[in-house]
Structures are given as C-alpha cells and as structure tokens.
C-alpha cells in the first residue's frame, strides 16, 4: 500500500505540466490556461433547457480550442444567419427593466412604467442615427368607460422614427413610442398611478423593423403586453390602471457572415 501511495504523484507529476502561463495535461508547452492532449469525459450534467442564465453553447474550433457561442445565433443555412431572442414574463407591478431581450447591438425591454424602450449594446463611438418603422395596433379602453368604450379600432398605424445615440448616451435607455397626450383628457392623473403618455396598456401591439445603418442587419421586433389571468378583465377600469398582464418582447435579426 505504501508504494501506491508514493507512486501516485510521481505518475500525475509525469501528465500534469506547466508552461507558458498554463496548465497541460500530457503536453508540455499548454496555450491555453488549461490545455488537455487527449479526450475529456464528463459524467454529470444539470438540465439547464429552462435556465434563462444559461444561454451560451460550448463550441470548438478545428485545433480543439474550446469557447461559448450564444444559443440564438445559431444559423439556419450558410447564407443566411438569424439571431433570436425572446422573453415573456408575468407581472402584477408593471414591467421589468432587467428583463431584457438581447439581439444584435441592442437590448430591448419594458420598464417599471410599461414604457417601451431599446438601447445599444456597444458603444458607437461617434453620433448613430437609428432609423425604424412601427406599426402599432391600438386597442385601448376608456379609463371613464367600460368594454364597449374601446378608442381603438384595431387597424395597424404605421410611422417612421429616428433616435441618435452618441458615446455618452448609447447605453441609456429611450423611448421607442410615445402615445398622444390626447388619450389623456377626462382620465385620471397618470403620474398618481406611476405612469406617462408612453406607457402600454394590456393589448397594445408594437411592431418595429430596423435596417441597421452600419452593416445593413435587418431587424424585427415585437413588443406586447396582453391580459393574461380573469381576474384582470374587469374591464370597467382596471385595464387601464392595473399593472397586472403578460409582457412578450421577441426580436429577430437577420444578416450575412
């Protein structure tokens, strides 16, 4: 028994090397922090699949070095790629800033107030003008009336908008559609209930296409808020004051390698 246990290290000190800044196993000269000659076998995994921290996949180049690659940007034919993100979320208290969808260059998300917003991701490092179409489709209930006062007639509206970012605001948040304040006569003070003119109430719909101006990536994304529990459908009023309801932010990126 004493010779195992002597002979032991002897043997691993034979396979485990350092070199370079890094660790090898049975290879002398590592390029990486841990550099493995030889198979690796994992026997314990944790399922992951409903993890929204977990987003990555483990790829591997063609020398076997090893590095994460986003779930959503895997392609769907050699020409054309497409990158996806989603999130849908319920809420009782308005919408989630940290809740955000990632897609391309910018982050999307639904604030505490409803409000619809999206940022960039990287820094432009001059002054970007980002241009985007939205239809929205309208369904909004009167704050004074009931069900049969529905001030939407369901048809898309479209518009064109543009939002400058520069090196010091491209990681704040804007607006991305600011209702009109008209829909604000004879109702409640919004600022009382933590809202404004740009908030979404439960079955507004945006829809925007974004064709970016640096590389011609196209996007498409949705923006929702939907009633999602019966108790929500006392549509007399609480449609309008209630922050309860599904929020459901996809986009889509579409390019070329």
């Not at 396979?15 to 390029?31: D, H």
């Not at 010091?168 to 404004?196: A, E, H, K, L």
């Amino acid at each position: 028994m004493k010779k195992i246990k002597y002979i032991f290290p002897i043997v691993l000190l034979q396979t485990i090397l350092f070199g370079q800044g890094g660790v090898g196993i049975n290879t002398e000269t590592p390029e990486r922090s841990l550099d493995v000659n030889g198979n690796l076998r994992i026997t314990s995994f944790q399922d992951k699949t409903e993890d929204e921290n977990f987003k990555n996949i483990i790829i591997a180049n063609s020398t076997g070095n090893i590095d994460k690659q986003s779930k959503s940007s895997i392609f769907q034919t050699p020409e054309q790629q497409v990158e996806t993100d989603r999130i849908i979320y319920y809420s009782s208290i308005g919408g989630d800033s940290n809740k955000e969808v990632k897609c391309g260059k910018y982050s999307f998300i639904i604030d505490e107030n409803n409000i619809a917003k999206f940022k960039l991701l990287i820094n432009p490092e001059k002054n970007t003008e980002i241009q985007y179409g939205l239809r929205r489709l309208e369904r909004r209930v009167k704050l004074t009336g009931g069900h049969s006062a529905n001030t939407g007639n369901g048809e898309y509206y479209y518009s064109n908008f543009k939002k400058i970012f520069t090196p010091d605001n491209w990681d704040v948040y804007q607006t991305i559609f600011n209702y009109s304040s008209s829909y604000n006569n004879n109702t409640p003070d919004y600022s009382t209930n933590n809202r404004g003119p740009a908030h979404m109430i439960n079955n507004d719909f945006l829809k925007l296409h974004i064709v970016d101006p640096t590389n011609g990536d196209f996007y498409k994304i949705h923006i929702t808020r939907i009633v999602n529990q019966d108790s929500d459908n006392n549509l007399t009023t609480q449609i309008n004051l209630k922050n309860s309801g599904l929020r459901v932010i996809t986009c889509e990126r579409y390019y070329k390698q």
